[in-house]
Protein backbone atom coordinates (compact mmCIF):
# COMPACT_ATOMS: atom_id res chain seq x y z
CA UNK A 1 0.00 0.00 0.00
CA UNK A 2 1.08 3.27 -0.89
CA UNK A 3 1.02 6.37 1.22
CA UNK A 4 2.05 10.33 1.11
CA UNK A 5 4.72 11.47 2.24
CA UNK A 6 2.83 13.90 4.37
CA UNK A 7 1.23 10.93 6.24
CA UNK A 8 3.99 9.24 7.63
CA UNK A 9 4.13 8.96 11.97
CA UNK A 10 7.05 7.74 13.83
CA UNK A 11 7.37 4.09 14.30
CA UNK A 12 6.00 3.35 10.54
CA UNK A 13 7.77 0.56 8.18
CA UNK A 14 8.66 1.68 5.19
CA UNK A 15 9.60 0.77 1.77
CA UNK A 16 12.12 3.20 0.45
CA UNK A 17 14.70 2.57 -2.33
CA UNK A 18 14.04 -1.83 -2.16
CA UNK A 19 15.23 -1.26 2.04
CA UNK A 20 13.05 -2.04 4.88
CA UNK A 21 13.07 1.08 6.66
CA UNK A 22 11.97 2.17 10.36
CA UNK A 23 10.71 5.99 10.59
CA UNK A 24 12.28 7.26 13.49
CA UNK A 25 11.55 10.89 13.55
CA UNK A 26 10.37 13.34 10.48
CA UNK A 27 10.17 17.51 10.12
CA UNK A 28 7.29 19.10 7.60
CA UNK A 29 9.51 22.02 6.35
CA UNK A 30 8.62 24.79 4.32
CA UNK A 31 11.34 27.51 3.51
CA UNK A 32 10.70 31.14 2.84
CA UNK A 33 11.34 30.33 -1.13
CA UNK A 34 10.87 26.86 -2.83
CA UNK A 35 8.39 24.16 -2.41
CA UNK A 36 8.07 22.24 1.14
CA UNK A 37 9.88 19.49 1.90
CA UNK A 38 9.92 16.51 4.65
CA UNK A 39 12.75 15.48 6.16
CA UNK A 40 13.21 11.90 7.90
CA UNK A 41 15.31 10.11 9.98
CA UNK A 42 15.29 6.13 9.23
CA UNK A 43 16.91 3.25 10.29
CA UNK A 44 17.34 0.70 7.97
CA UNK A 45 15.81 -2.44 9.50
CA UNK A 46 18.37 -5.06 7.76
CA UNK A 47 21.98 -2.99 8.15
CA UNK A 48 20.62 -1.03 11.63
CA UNK A 49 22.14 1.97 10.01
CA UNK A 50 20.41 5.01 10.72
CA UNK A 51 20.37 8.02 7.58
CA UNK A 52 18.62 11.21 7.47
CA UNK A 53 16.81 12.03 4.09
CA UNK A 54 15.13 14.41 2.32
CA UNK A 55 11.87 14.47 0.13
CA UNK A 56 9.65 16.45 -1.84
CA UNK A 57 6.18 16.59 -0.59
CA UNK A 58 4.88 14.99 -3.57
CA UNK A 59 6.38 11.47 -3.22
CA UNK A 60 4.45 8.37 -2.54
CA UNK A 61 6.22 5.65 -0.19
CA UNK A 62 5.38 1.73 -0.02
CA UNK A 63 3.95 0.68 3.55
CA UNK A 64 5.71 -2.35 4.99
CA UNK A 65 3.30 -4.58 6.77
CA UNK A 66 5.15 -5.87 9.66
CA UNK A 67 3.46 -8.80 11.78
CA UNK A 68 4.49 -8.55 15.78
CA UNK A 69 3.93 -11.51 17.75
CA UNK A 70 3.73 -11.78 21.39
CA UNK A 71 6.53 -13.56 23.04
CA UNK A 72 8.20 -14.62 26.11
CA UNK A 73 12.28 -14.58 26.91
CA UNK A 74 12.51 -18.51 28.41
CA UNK A 75 16.65 -18.67 28.70
CA UNK A 76 19.89 -18.11 26.61
CA UNK A 77 22.62 -20.80 25.68
CA UNK A 78 25.17 -19.29 24.38
CA UNK A 79 24.88 -17.17 21.91
CA UNK A 80 21.44 -18.73 21.06
CA UNK A 81 18.34 -16.99 22.73
CA UNK A 82 15.27 -18.81 23.73
CA UNK A 83 11.75 -17.05 23.23
CA UNK A 84 8.10 -18.36 23.36
CA UNK A 85 4.88 -17.28 21.43
CA UNK A 86 2.39 -16.70 24.53
CA UNK A 87 -0.45 -17.63 21.94
CA UNK A 88 0.45 -21.03 20.61
CA UNK A 89 3.18 -21.79 22.93
CA UNK A 90 5.58 -22.28 20.29
CA UNK A 91 9.30 -21.75 20.66
CA UNK A 92 11.58 -19.95 18.50
CA UNK A 93 15.49 -19.52 18.29
CA UNK A 94 17.36 -16.10 17.76
CA UNK A 95 20.93 -15.44 17.33
CA UNK A 96 22.29 -12.48 19.39
CA UNK A 97 23.14 -10.75 16.78
CA UNK A 98 19.44 -9.67 16.02
CA UNK A 99 19.06 -8.59 19.28
CA UNK A 100 22.14 -5.95 19.70
CA UNK A 101 21.08 -3.29 22.60
CA UNK A 102 17.91 -5.46 23.28
CA UNK A 103 19.76 -8.57 25.45
CA UNK A 104 20.94 -6.23 28.33
CA UNK A 105 17.80 -5.78 28.88
CA UNK A 106 16.38 -9.14 28.42
CA UNK A 107 15.04 -10.65 31.44
CA UNK A 108 13.83 -14.72 31.89
CA UNK A 109 10.29 -14.71 31.51
CA UNK A 110 10.24 -10.76 30.29
CA UNK A 111 6.86 -10.31 27.94
CA UNK A 112 8.23 -8.95 24.38
CA UNK A 113 7.34 -8.61 21.06
CA UNK A 114 9.03 -10.22 18.07
CA UNK A 115 8.70 -8.10 14.79
CA UNK A 116 8.62 -10.23 11.47
CA UNK A 117 8.47 -8.51 7.64
CA UNK A 118 7.33 -11.82 5.25
CA UNK A 119 8.04 -14.43 7.64
CA UNK A 120 11.63 -12.90 8.56
CA UNK A 121 12.90 -11.44 12.04
CA UNK A 122 13.44 -7.86 12.04
CA UNK A 123 13.66 -6.99 15.92
CA UNK A 124 12.02 -7.59 19.12
CA UNK A 125 9.93 -4.41 20.92
CA UNK A 126 10.90 -4.19 24.65
CA UNK A 127 8.36 -2.93 27.12
CA UNK A 128 9.17 1.01 27.75
CA UNK A 129 9.73 0.06 31.45
CA UNK A 130 10.97 -3.36 33.56
CA UNK A 131 11.42 -3.80 36.93
CA UNK A 132 15.38 -5.12 37.82
CA UNK A 133 16.71 -6.53 41.41
CA UNK A 134 19.94 -4.73 41.86
CA UNK A 135 22.50 -7.25 41.98
CA UNK A 136 25.38 -5.38 43.13
CA UNK A 137 25.98 -1.68 44.17
CA UNK A 138 28.57 -0.17 46.50
CA UNK A 139 26.73 0.62 49.77
CA UNK A 140 25.89 4.84 50.59
CA UNK A 141 27.94 6.45 52.35
CA UNK A 142 26.93 8.33 55.65
CA UNK A 143 26.29 12.01 54.40
CA UNK A 144 26.31 11.25 50.46
CA UNK A 145 22.45 10.26 50.49
CA UNK A 146 21.32 13.86 49.20
CA UNK A 147 21.59 15.70 46.34
CA UNK A 148 21.71 14.49 42.74
CA UNK A 149 24.41 12.37 43.53
CA UNK A 150 24.52 8.73 41.40
CA UNK A 151 26.41 5.84 41.83
CA UNK A 152 27.06 2.09 39.30
CA UNK A 153 24.92 -0.60 40.34
CA UNK A 154 24.60 -3.77 38.28
CA UNK A 155 21.01 -4.75 37.37
CA UNK A 156 20.23 -8.85 37.40
CA UNK A 157 20.86 -9.10 33.53
CA UNK A 158 24.21 -8.12 34.04
CA UNK A 159 24.21 -4.04 32.84
CA UNK A 160 25.15 -1.39 34.84
CA UNK A 161 23.09 1.97 35.21
CA UNK A 162 23.31 4.88 36.97
CA UNK A 163 21.24 5.06 40.48
CA UNK A 164 20.59 7.90 43.25
CA UNK A 165 22.57 6.97 46.42
CA UNK A 166 20.33 5.18 48.92
CA UNK A 167 19.33 2.51 46.14
CA UNK A 168 21.17 -0.96 48.07
CA UNK A 169 21.59 -4.02 46.72
CA UNK A 170 18.94 -6.28 46.36
CA UNK A 171 16.38 -3.41 46.00
CA UNK A 172 13.82 -2.97 43.06
CA UNK A 173 14.52 -0.32 40.30
CA UNK A 174 12.46 0.24 37.70
CA UNK A 175 14.59 0.95 34.11
CA UNK A 176 13.83 2.61 30.85
CA UNK A 177 14.52 0.24 28.22
CA UNK A 178 14.99 2.96 25.81
CA UNK A 179 18.09 4.60 27.54
CA UNK A 180 18.98 2.65 30.01
CA UNK A 181 18.39 5.13 32.37
CA UNK A 182 17.18 4.46 36.15
CA UNK A 183 13.78 5.73 36.06
CA UNK A 184 12.67 4.66 39.45
CA UNK A 185 12.47 2.66 42.70
CA UNK A 186 9.98 -0.58 42.39
Do not use: W
Not at 39 to 50: A, D, F, Q, V, W
Request: with cysteine.
Amino acid sequence: MNININDIKNGMTVIIDGNLCLILDFQHVKPGKGPAFVRIKLKNLKTGSIVEETFNTNIKVERAHVDKLPMQFLYTTGDTYHFMNTETYEQMELNYKLLEEEIKFLKENLEIEISLFEGEVIGINLPEKVTYEITETEPALRGNTSGNALKDATIETGYVIKVPMFINQGDQVIVSTKDGKYNSRA
